[in-house]
């Protein structure tokens, strides 16, 4: 019974050429409705549900936080296994899950215990200053030494040439990491 | 004709038995409710009572207003950087504050996401991203998100919110 239905599932897959009716260009734009269609259009489905519902979700870019590492609009996709066996590293590209449907592009820049702070828009961990080749505009940002509470992690953009107060950055529960950017 | 007989004398008690396992499934499903399906049916009552709607008028505000007072312990702490909404409030004044609110503001469409929840004994604490979505009295649209954690303890078999803390989700 599951050897013949295994049979019949393989050649609903088997290229047109090596079926019985023949194939042309009008076969392929507009296919036959039978049996094997509708396996093959089943498994398409539920792999597709699989691969972008659960692993790779699309996401659509919009907004600047990132700039010019990622363009102001763009498309790219969720790697969501990215950091399933360990924690993200500095420096790392990570999306953040903001809420429903909403998703944030941002760079991990200290960890828990770790002390931040911008002076004249340089960025100092644990009073140490970091260098970021990636911030390619000026930046004049100040933010007091704060802690990074702990499970969390503190993440910020890479274009900091708007005010301090009109970007979206800071620390946020390590929970909320939703996975790595694939590109 | 024997075969008749005994069939018969089944059929009754059968019906009986399955008429009485229907029975038990719609008690368990609607009335023996777990912990945590109780609390999200008070959250999710809560995100109802206080959103409102487009076209809501007085009378239904002031009646969703004093629905979320059921929802209260005596007094609730509610932790928040807004001066205002922040500190212990009575049931009757967390009602009277979601009316102040009310009529400053067209529409507010609360909702929660991604609710955690945890009991300990009497005690829970859920844990969610709440959204507010919505046009101001001046036609200003205001779209803000929250982390929420929402204490409750049960009270005579009802879980009652006795605290809110609110905090941003990026905290700078």
Known sequence: MLRNWLTFYLQCWRPYRYRQAPA???????????AAFFVRLITLIIVSYIVFGIFLIPAYIKGGSMEPTYKRIGVNFCWRM???????????????????????????????????????GDLYINGIR?????????????LPPRKVKKDHIYVVGDNRSMPIEQHKFGQVAKDRIYGAPLW | MVNKVSISLFIKPLLLL????????????????????????????????????AGEGMTQSVLKCKALEKLFDKI??????????????????ISSKAMFCRNHCNSAAIDFHKIKITVEGDNAEADFTAS?????????????YRELVVSLKKIEGKWLIYKIDIHPILEK
């Open chain 2, 18 to 53: 399955l008429a009485v396992a229907a029975g038990a499934a719609v008690w368990y499903v609607y009335f023996n409710k777990t912990d945590k399906e109780m609390i999200k049916e008070q959250l999710y009552q809560f995100r109802s009572d206080a959103s409102k709607y």
């Open chain 1, 130 to 142: 970091i260098e970021e080749p990636y911030v390619k505009y000026a930046c004049d940002w100040n």
């Open chain 2, 132 to 144: 507010l979505d919505g046009t101001s009295k001046d036609g200003k649209r205001f779209n803000e």
């Open chain 2, 76 to 93: 609730c702490q509610v932790n928040i950087n807004f001066d205002m909404f922040s500190g212990s409030f009575s049931p009757d004044e």
């Open chain 1, 82 to 120: 990215r950091y399933l066996l360990h924690d993200p590293q500095r420096k790392d590209i990570v999306i953040i899950y903001y809420a429903d449907k909403v998703l944030l592009l941002k760079r991990v820049v200290a960890f828990e215990g770790e002390t931040v702070e911008f002076r004249n």
């Open chain 1, 24 to 34: 042309g260009l009008s076969d392929f734009i507009i296919p036959t409705f039978n």
